[in-house]
Structures are given as structure tokens and as C-alpha cells.
Nanobody
Framework: QVQLVESGGRLVQAGGSLRLSCAGSGRTFSDYALGWFRQAPGKERELVAAISRSGGNTYYSAGSVKGRFTISRDNAKNTVYLQMDSLKPEDTAVYYC????????????????WGQGTQVTVSS
């Protein structure tokens, strides 16, 4: 098993930047593909970005986050990051990191390990 703890969420003005971090512990971190999801009030949880075990492959959801958000990982530090730039009020949500063994996943149901979430609020 792997345990995940997110940090870095806070209130930020539109146009600002944030970097979220997710620290992993337990099993070998590099055995897991990782994803960042978000869930806004009244909406379903959606994938924002995902990264392969080595970090060589990344995926970003179609739509508004592409070009503004960057996912990366440092397996030596057991940490995955989400750099968020040019933030918009519609980015307001609870952000979760998640892990699954081996291959990238694209749906919440494909991930078996989750952090507790960190709140990001973007004011206009």
C-alpha cells in the first residue's frame, strides 16, 4: 500500500499560481502511476493530470487546464507536484492525488489509493 498526503492548497487571486505537493509513504513510490483529480461542489471528481511511474509520460485533461497546469514527480523525494498557473475562479475545488500500480489511469475508479485532499480557492 501507499499513503498519500497533499499540501499547498489555499486562497489565491485569479491569475495567480500555486504548487500542490503530494507526499507518498509505504510501498515503493516509483511502482505507482499518479494522478491529480479535483472535485468542485456539486460536481463529479475529474482527472486533471496524470504521470507515469518514471515521469516520462504525462497526460492532461482536455480543456481549460492544458497549458496552465504542469504535473511532475520526484521519486527520490516520494513526491508528486501540480504546478498551477494563471488560475481561474473555475479552478476552485478540492484537489486530490491518487495512485495506482504501474499504468496510467484516467478515471477515479482506476485509482485505489487517495489522499485526503487540499482545498484550492481562486477569488475573482
Amino acid at each position: 500500500q501507499v499513503q498519500l498526503v497533499e499540501s499547498g492548497g489555499r486562497l489565491v487571486q485569479a491569475g495567480g499560481s500555486l504548487r500542490l505537493s503530494c507526499a507518498g509513504s509505504g510501498r515503493t513510490f516509483s511502482d505507482y502511476a499518479l494522478g491529480w483529480f479535483r472535485q468542485a461542489p456539486g460536481k463529479e471528481r475529474e482527472l486533471v493530470a496524470a504521470i507515469s511511474r518514471s515521469g516520462g509520460n504525462t497526460y492532461y485533461s482536455a480543456g481549460s487546464v492544458k497549458g496552465r497546469f504542469t504535473i511532475s514527480r520526484d521519486n527520490a523525494k516520494n513526491t508528486v507536484y501540480l504546478q498551477m498557473d494563471s488560475l481561474k475562479p473555475e479552478d476552485t475545488a478540492v484537489y486530490y492525488c491518487a495512485a495506482r500500480p504501474y499504468a496510467l489511469g484516467y478515471k477515479p475508479t482506476e485509482y485505489g489509493y487517495w489522499g485526503q485532499g487540499t482545498q484550492v480557492t481562486v477569488s475573482s
